[in-house]
């Protein structure tokens, strides 16, 4: 079975400009969540999706949203961006996520991440 | 939500085990423990999780203590691909996931 998979691996882009990350979950997976990870320290939950729904948000701008697809896949948009929005953003897929019957059980099995300069 | 404490990092020798302590005082009743790895320029990769006894997979051992505010992780023989950043994290059901900068583990051969 293939694994998380992300899109873009690499991506440049200038202040002000608008950003799309793409993340294909693990076959079975109903469950996205996307995370922030600045350079030298740990992940930064954003956003969680099961089933299409937000379940949880993290402490992020209005500028940051996501939606999941039918096909459990997800996309992740940053609009006018910032020099400190260059971070590899992390997808990871799950059964259920935290909210469901699982719940803390759950495992999230991550992507390799894109990572994203802002210039 | 819970707050962890880890060490910033740690040595150990190849082929000797390494035991990686967590504090984390404000857990609640219901959080699981979970540790999670991440090596050079990948995504994190899961560990091991736990509530209350310990637990031992393929990978690690986890070491909760009585009163659930610390545990520890064990790896029972390092090798040089266990050199990574582990991370303690308490999970529970509210869905704000707080990571803390975890541990740099270093294995000298």
């Known amino acids: 079975d293939a694994g998380v998979t992300q899109s873009p691996t690499h991506l440049i882009k200038t202040r002000g400009q608008q950003v799309t990350l793409r993340c294909s979950p693990i076959s079975g997976h109903k469950s996205v969540s996307w995370y922030q990870q600045v350079l030298g320290q740990g992940p930064q939950f954003i956003f969680q999706?099961?089933?299409?729904?937000?379940?949880g948000r993290g402490n992020f701008p209005d500028r940051f949203s996501a939606r999941q697809f039918p096909n459990y896949s997800s996309e992740l948009n940053v609009n006018a961006l910032l020099l400190g929005d260059s971070a590899l953003y992390l997808c990871?897929?799950?059964?259920?996520?935290?909210?469901?019957?699982?719940?803390?059980?759950?495992?999230?099995?991550f992507g390799p991440g894109t990572r994203l300069t802002v210039l | 939500d819970a707050k962890t404490t880890q060490p910033n990092s740690m040595e150990s020798n190849e082929e000797e085990p390494v035991h990686l302590p967590c504090n984390h005082s404000?857990?609640?009743?219901?959080?699981?423990i979970h540790w999670y790895r991440q090596l050079p320029s990948q995504g994190p990769e899961y560990v091991i999780h736990g509530l209350t006894s310990n637990v031992n997979n393929r990978m690690a051992s986890l070491a909760i203590a009585e009163d659930r505010k610390s545990s520890t992780l064990i790896l029972h023989r390092a090798t040089l691909r266990d050199a990574a950043v582990y991370y303690c994290?308490?999970?529970?059901?509210?869905?704000?996931?707080?990571w803390g900068a975890g541990t740099k583990l270093i294995i000298k051969p």
């Open positions: 404000t857990i609640s009743g219901t959080d699981y």
């Open positions: 999706y099961y089933e299409k729904e937000e379940r």
């Open positions: 990871a897929s799950s059964l259920e996520g935290f909210g469901g019957s699982i719940g803390g059980t759950d495992t999230q099995y």
């Open positions: 994290i308490p999970m529970d059901s509210n869905y704000q996931l707080i």
